[in-house]
């Protein structure tokens, strides 16, 4: 079922248990930005961090990466206008069904203006009590769906709920895509109060960080400029998540997580 098809009550319990599993305690082996780095490093890499959007060293600078899930919606194209004014690039996992197919333009808009496109599968079924082809399908559907309007698959996939097993594992990895999870969230699925969902992520932001939003609902775009505002008042550099693992790189099949 899509995530904004769901009660809200649902949503908001689902996600919570989700949140409990994969911050406190998932036993799957992770990665953080920091060793993703230093193992590029220790192997004798040649790779430079990314300077296409301002020649950012997150060995060097305090980064955080913004993110946004279940996409686009109706108030995406703001964010966007958002993101452009105040030179801040993002990367938004997207949904297939009732998302990318219903707003091609948007997908190609996020591409064009240099944000990182990746795959939050094609319905938001929880990819850890699907058999193997139907995590296959979900993810697969979501990366030809993208392509067919940007001309590149995604290379980063975030499962909904953050739930994962060995075969999302496996099929991620099959299809070429990193798993990334996050250190920070609103919980914006459970408040139309955008000084709320500001003062949360504020509250949980940290060097290296992957903060989680959601832009399908109502509180989250109006909260974005005060969020990024403080967080530069704060030294904060803001980068995609392939950014924040220069001179490493996402690689398939692994769990990204600060």
Known sequence: MPVEAMPKRTVAAAIVAAL????????????????ARDQAGKAGSDAKPLTAHGGVDCDEAKCIALTFDAGPGKDTPQLLDTLKAKKVHATFFLLGKNHVLKHPDVVRRIADEGHEVANHTWSHRRLDELSTDEIRDELSRTQDAIAEITGRKPTLMRPPQGRINDDVTEVSRELGLAQVLWSATAKDYSTTDSELIKSR?????????????????????????????ELKKRGYAF???PELLEPGKANPGEVYRP
């Open 201 to 229: 992520i504020l509250d949980q932001a940290g060097r290296d960080g992957i903060i989680l939003l959601h832009d399908i609902y109502d509180g989250t775009v109006p909260a974005v400029p005060g969020i990024i505002d």
């Open 239 to 241: 980068v995609t998540v």
């Open 20 to 35: 409990a599993l994969t911050l406190t305690g998932c036993s799957m082996e992770t990665t953080s930005p920091g060793a």
